[in-house]
């Protein structure tokens, strides 16, 4: 089957509880989608205008209706990342030094601060402003208790008390000071032990301005630390009700949107196509002619799917429009498209000079470990657009023949003569052609691997990485369980239209 891949050529061989948690789960899921995106060297949108499918009539919407979808599809791909990404965190915005959203943000705050500076510089003071922010910090730290926290929700009631602190003020015996011993403490006892040694230097702060800033640039941290926690709570919760959560939203997308599964037809009949033709070829008897007597070849739906997804690692990402039903994952498959990239080349390397080298050499597993580690790293920036494979490869070539040497010098055998260097340099430097034969054939052992991983993804043990790719196996390895995954969840979700679609397209076939 993977070799079918190459032969058709796909394109080309070779993505808290108080409202403030949830702007900044929103913030984070384009954060890291952004920072995603500049790892991908062939990632921006196609000049070219893409003519989508005809199999559904255009249909108007109202803003309302565009506005009420983007929520929905902005809501689905938020709880899609929650359950997809284990590593998933919120952090803190930092807006860019020279930017004027960080410009304007400074001198609104100062102006705030100066303002409330001089209300309490006056004689009496002016407790207006201060009053407000307690009101912020008393619902900021309620906010931070569960159901069972009856004692220190009493005691945050009790203290912050805003119409008895406004009744303080007017009479003069409002102690500021007094308070934000208090809100310091509680602050201490609620915070993650990440944020202790914040939280205790504001005890050395005396002046009520700076404290306050203080105060709120810690409460800020400890959102995002409890929106955190919120994610790590219901994540497993979410996991279970995710599917049928993102197949409702896309359900009610697609009926707004009637022709949303265009691009995902295009993609199965591609792939229905591709294995039919494949399999036809092989029900021809040897000798040629007709095929055999019966029924034609017929193509197992699972198989397929397993097909298209395999496509989705050989994708023009700039010229050809994403499958809809894969497209909050497209950052992703582009990163394991970059990432096989690599370990294609780094296989081909590593199966070419453990050819030419002597037996003894092969065999030898620190050796082959260390090899490894010297062409990853040279290999390191391959998805950058200002990265030269044939450059790095002629580099990866003077130091693999200078490692083959000393070795062989320590194994007591006779380095590399001249001639064999010249030889191992140049099918090393061949490499960087997507043609050359080596390199094609570590890429289909590659996509033989994951089909299998794909066939077998609920079996033990897992499949055995093919002849060849032993030195490059944990690392594809690792790729392949994260491939995998990603495959499954999306079946899951996405079977009923997946099964719609099929039985068409292979009525047809």
Known sequence: MSENLDKSNINEAGKSKSSDSEQGLE????VSDEALQKKIKSGSPSTQRVQRPHSSPP??????????????????????????NGDFQIKPVELPEDSLEKRVKDIVHKAFWDCLSVQLSEVPPTYDRAIKLVGEIKETLLSFLLPGHTRLRNQITEVL?????KQEAENGALDISKLAEFIIG?????CAPVRDEEVKKLKDIKEIVPLFRAIFSALDLMKVDMANFAVSSIRPHLMQQSIEYERKQFQEFLEKQPNSLDFVTQWLQEATDDLMSQKYKNALPAAGGAAGSGDGPQLDPVAVQNYAYLKLLKWDHLHRP???TVLMDHSRFQEFQLQLEQLTVLGAVLLVTFSMAAPGIASRADFAEKLK?????????MHLPSFHLEDALTAVGEKVCLEVSSCLSLCGLSPLTTDKEAVLKGQIQAVASPDNPIRRIVDSRILTFLDAYLASSHQKPSPIAPGGLGPIQKELEEVAVKFVRLVNYNKMVFSPYYDAILSKTLARS
Do not use: Q, S, Y
């Open 322 to 324: 994403f499958p809809e």
């Open 186 to 190: 509680m602050m201490g006892t609620l």
């Open 373 to 381: 580690m010297i062409v990853k790293i040279l290999l390191t920036d």
């Open 161 to 165: 008390d805003l119409d008895l602190i």
């Open 27 to 30: 913030d984070a899921v384009e």
């Open 59 to 84: 249909r108007f919407v109202t803003v309302e209706e565009l506005l009420e979808t983007a929520k929905g599809v902005t809501n689905m791909a938020l709880a899609h990342e929650i359950v997809i």
